[in-house]
């Protein structure tokens, strides 16, 4: 995505009032946005120093942060230089969804049948109300949000896999600074009410028990987020 496309703006500092891991994560996620948002360009030095003050936070989260972009192939640590942000590219956006889908349709296979129904009826509710809007009220982005990573979440911790569900959360980071750029930047509501459906599908198989329908629905939501994220990344 273009600098252009999307404005500069000061990056949001990562909050201090957090542990350890949680503020390496703000950190990740603080970067995916300002690099997948432009306010950090292609070839851009990332200096340590400057990224600890900009985000109020000590210098180790930054490294650690770092090194967890490089291992997702959104930065290079290159010798005597540094970090350096990577051109993202549609290519690169599909290739990451690939892997997710791989990753989640399998977590999924296993997660049937283990998840409380009362959960899954929840947000079966939720995600209707948000196919249901005709428009955007207050609320409703970050409503939709939070549900998206509260089903993601549960399938993940329900698959009986602790491997599975590392991998998924070391990526879902990655994910989630796609879905949110680009759910920010299009402003696009009738994408995010498909997406409601896309994920009412996903539970109905769950309550039904089907592992094999819930696989589909899993892989047909991917799909279609892939195709939607990408297109942001076309032009870049």
């Known amino acids: ?14 909050s201090p009032r957090c542990d350890h891991g949680q503020r390496r994560n703000l950190v990740i996620a603080s970067l995916l946005g300002d690099i997948f948002q432009g306010r950090l360009g292609a ?38 230089c540094g970090a350096v942000v990577r051109k993202v590219t549609a290519v690169d956006v599909r ?21 409380e129904l009362a959960r899954l009826r929840e947000l079966a509710e939720t995600f209707r109300e948000l196919q249901a809007a005709k428009r955007p009220t207050r609320g409703f982005l970050a409503r939709a ?15 009986g896999n602790r491997f599975l569900a590392k991998q998924i959360g070391r990526l879902k980071l990655l994910f989630r600074a796609f879905r949110d750029v680009a759910w920010e930047y299009e402003q696009d509501h009738l994408r995010i009410v498909s997406e409601a459906g896309e994920h009412l599908a996903i539970i109905e198989a769950l309550l039904a028990g089907d592992a ?6 899993m892989a047909q939501h991917v799909r279609s987020g892939s195709k939607y994220w990408s297109r942001l990344f076309s032009a870049s």
Request: net charge positive.
């Open 43 to 80: 070839g851009e030095h990332l200096v340590i120093r400057d990224l600890a003050k900009c985000y109020k936070v000590s210098p180790t989260p930054i490294r650690e942060a770092l090194v967890a972009l490089e291992a997702n192939g959104i930065i290079d640590l290159v010798p005597n």
């Open 212 to 217: 094999k329908a819930a696989s589909r629905a």
């Open 1 to 14: 995505m273009s600098s252009t496309a999307v404005g500069k703006k000061r990056p949001s500092p990562a």
């Open 95 to 115: 290739e990451i969804c690939q892997v997710r889908r791989a990753l989640e349709c399998e977590a999924i296979r296993e997660a049937c049948g283990r998840i």
């Open 145 to 159: 949000r939070q549900a998206d990573s509260q089903l993601h979440d549960l399938v993940a911790e329900a698959s």
